[in-house]
């Protein structure tokens, strides 16, 4: 049925959009609106087809891309036009101001394309693998080069657009044969699981580097063609300009971007400013490659990639901006560039065997260059046949050079169609080759230990936290905030707000951002080396004087994953919370962590380490709490305690329902101090002690094993109850009563209490 409607909707659309476009006079004259509405029937049509072809490769295993191309195939001359040449000149006129206003969305759809590609690139791959990544990448680039620019030196002068310019067509072919896909090399890596393997980092971060080094050679030959050959002032100008453009942008550049990004997102009110911020930065380095003579592509890729690096780029910004390129930009790019195509040309036999000889002399460069490269870094037969099979696939990069090039007079129209067809089939390849060449490589036990680590940061608290909210005033707790939360952020360099909560009206009070500041050094070196961000927490801060509950509100709408808060008095007598900390806690929504330095203590508590209790029992908000123990100090110096704690049995349970409940509550125990002490190790602790207590009420086994141990800090993860104050249960509210020294309350967040709520029913 569906499949009937696709169908029906098409058949519809078409003679509906050639009736409009025939009403209203000769395309491209203007007369009645004709521009405009050819250019909505075209991008529908795009936007139809190429989801329609996308969605059909992705079922038999092929690249979404591929599908989006081949929509602009059979929309062009290679079928819809040799079929319907009337209705195709009426949708698809080749007057040049229509042309213009599609190829204008389709150009704005490459930067657009190029930035979410270099937002998608971890260039912490590349500094990780090191030789392995530069070697593949150095031949792979290399070797299909030479490749393709002694092809285009022989090629015959029929088939050149300007055979005194043959240079400039050469490069262009040896760029186009030697540059890999890294969408559609990390896609394929990504669906076999191997993203985080060993051999998936080098083939992902070689690819990142073959995209670099391309679009800095297209840069090179653009200057060429631009010039009308070599120029030495003007390549001069190029490469200088080119190399002073991507020393600034990775040193000062990265900076200020985000820079921007965090004042936008702090400072503007309106919905998607962040969006926007983005946007105009690729614009703003796309036209500086231009002025110095370098096509904007370049700009736009390097802009994503700063971009990427932004702390605060969300995940849910990096998806909106996602979804408006994959559902509106790729397909009229992609179905633009393969409208261009006319695979008719095919029928002739010797520009049939000239498509041949491309695809050959394309895939045995590009697979040769690789393998070797691979073995020259290290790595096994087995490891460089998979690095050969990846690097084959150039689809959407491959379509973009050739597009420039199509548009700069250096192809032909007969050559771009070689090209499109080569990069077609070479992408369709790859994944079939590369998956069965990946499935013969075995995990080995380093490689897996790393990989065990990464899957409990998967589904970490701390492992995924991003930005960082510190709230307190001068007091024993708001010290003790600061310096926790600070140790935590220097860890992975986090960017880092202080809100220093004072009743005085001083006009500078950088106490609490000191203790930030230099907790953030202590926790920057006491991650591993092999682990440790090459970036350090960029903390801000300023004094409010206002109420604590109002002024933490406003700053929480800016966006935060956790709060830290540390205040004087938090908690009454009867073991709840005071009312400021009642609706603080009710008003954010996130995560909290509430400090309590405990009675007598001063900002020196623990400074070298702790002797830290933390209760477990199995669910999300008690993990997160033991997340957050074991991430509060160096493991060397600290000394962690997991203790198991149930529901008191009562005493008329009948005899075999008791035993049943015992064995299934040890098994439970078991595996939760199994799970706690591996996500110990994970940050470092080789030896958790762990402990339980039965038929005790949870409390009170807390608290006898905070007196057991002499523990000088507790930290307990724990849920919101339903309610207008801030509640966390009996438990947790005998222990604030009973319990006179320091203590963290790991709060979960509202969304996860409901989830978990939900999950329950």
Not at 3 to 14: T, W
Not at 379 to 401: D, K, Q
Not at 487 to 498: E, H, L, S
Not at 685 to 693: D, G, L, N
Request: charged residues 20%; hydrophobic residues 50%.
């Amino acid at each position: 049925m569906n499949k009937r409607i696709l169908a029906g909707l098409f058949f519809l659309l078409v003679p509906a959009i050639a009736l409009a476009a025939e009403g209203h006079g000769p395309a491209g004259n203007g007369v009645g609106g004709s521009a405009e509405v050819i250019l909505v029937a075209q991008v529908a049509l795009l936007m139809l087809i190429g989801r329609g072809l996308g969605e059909v490769m992705q079922r038999i295993g092929q690249p979404a891309i591929i599908g989006q191309l081949l929509a602009g195939l059979v929309l062009g001359p290679s079928l819809f036009g040799w079929i319907a040449p009337h209705a195709h000149d009426l949708i698809f006129p080749k007057g040049a101001e229509q042309k213009s206003l599609i190829t204008g969305i389709a150009n704005m759809g490459v930067m657009m394309l190029l930035l979410l590609t270099g937002m998608e690139t971890d260039l912490k791959l590349v500094r990780k693998v090191g030789a392995p990544a530069i070697a593949i990448s150095a031949t792979g680039v290399l070797v299909p080069f030479a490749c393709g620019f002694t092809l285009g030196e022989f090629l015959p002068d029929s088939i050149l657009p300007n055979p005194q310019l043959r240079l400039v067509t050469a490069l262009f072919l040896g760029t186009a044969l030697s540059i890999s896909s890294i969408k559609i090399v990390a896609m394929v890596v990504r669906e076999m699981n191997f993203m985080r393997r060993n051999l998936g980092q080098i083939i992902v971060s070689s690819a990142i580097m073959e995209d670099t080094v391309g679009w800095v050679i297209i840069s090179i030959t653009l200057g060429i063609a631009g010039a009308g050959g070599v120029a030495v002032g003007s390549l001069a100008k190029t490469v200088i300009g080119t190399a002073l453009f991507l020393v600034f942008s990775y040193t000062i550049g990265r900076w200020l971007v985000f820079q921007l990004i965090r004042w936008v997102n702090d400072t503007f009110v309106s919905e998607y400013a962040v969006v926007t911020a983005i946007l105009i930065v690729m614009c703003a380095m796309a036209m500086t490659t231009q002025a110095i003579g370098v096509n904007t592509v370049l700009g736009a890729f390097v802009a994503g990639v700063l971009v990427g690096e932004s702390p605060i780029l969300s995940q849910l910004i990096q998806d909106e901006l996602r979804g408006f390129i994959t559902a509106f930009m790729m397909p009229v790019f992609f179905g633009l560039s393969g409208l261009s195509a006319d695979l008719t040309v095919l029928r002739d036999p010797h520009l049939f065997e000239l498509t041949a000889g491309l695809v050959a002399i394309a895939t045995f460069g590009k697979f040769t260059g690789a393998f070797f490269g691979g073995r020259i870094g290290g790595l096994s037969r087995a490891e460089s046949l998979v690095v050969g099979c990846a690097m084959n696939a150039r689809g959407s990069t491959e379509v973009i050079v050739a597009s420039i090039g199509l548009t700069m007079g250096a192809l032909t129209q007969n050559l771009y169609s070689m090209i499109v067809t080569m990069a077609v089939l070479t992408t369709m390849a790859m994944p079939p080759m590369l998956r069965w060449a990946l499935s013969r490589l075995p995990v080995n036990k380093e490689e897996q230990k790393r990989l065990d680590a990464e899957k409990l940061d998967s589904k970490g608290f701390v492992s995924r936290l991003e930005r960082l909210l510190i709230a307190g005033d001068e007091s024993a707790s708001g010290r003790f905030a600061a310096r926790l939360a600070g140790f935590i952020a220097g860890q992975r360099g986090r960017p880092v707000t202080v809100l220093q909560l004072s009743p005085k009206s001083r006009a500078d009070d950088t106490t609490l951002k000191t203790i930030v500041t230099d907790a953030a050094k202590s926790g920057h070196h006491a991650v591993e080396a092999d682990e440790r961000e090459d970036k350090r927490a960029d903390i801000v801060a300023r004094v409010e004087h206002g109420k604590p509950d109002e002024a933490i509100k406003v700053e929480a709408e800016k966006g935060f994953d956790l709060l830290v808060l540390g205040i004087n008095r938090s908690i009454v007598a009867s073991g709840g919370f005071s009312a400021v900390v009642s609706r603080i806690g009710t008003d954010f929504a996130g995560p909290i962590a509430l400090v309590m330095a405990g009675e007598g203590q001063d900002a020196s508590v623990a400074a070298e380490g702790f002797n830290i209790l933390v209760p477990v029992n199995g669910t999300d908000a008690a993990r997160h709490g033991a997340e957050f123990a074991f991430a509060l100090s160096p493991p060397q110096a600290s000394k962690i305690t997991a203790l198991h704690v149930a529901s008191r049995k009562t005493a008329d349970e009948k005899k075999p329902a008791r035993a049943r409940a015992t064995s299934a509550g040890d098994r439970n125990k078991k595996a939760v101090l199994r799970d706690t002490t591996e996500l110990g190790a994970r940050y470092g602790f080789r030896a958790v002690e762990t402990a339980s207590h039965t038929d005790v009420a949870p409390d009170d086994a807390i608290l006898e094993e905070a007196k057991r141990i002499d523990a000088d800090l507790i930290v307990i993860g724990a849920t919101r109850r339903v309610g207008d104050d801030l509640f966390l249960g009996e438990t947790v509210a005998n222990v604030l009563q009973e319990w006179d020294g320091p203590i963290v309350l790991v709060i979960a967040a509202r969304e996860a209490v409901a989830r978990e709520n939900s999950a329950a029913a």
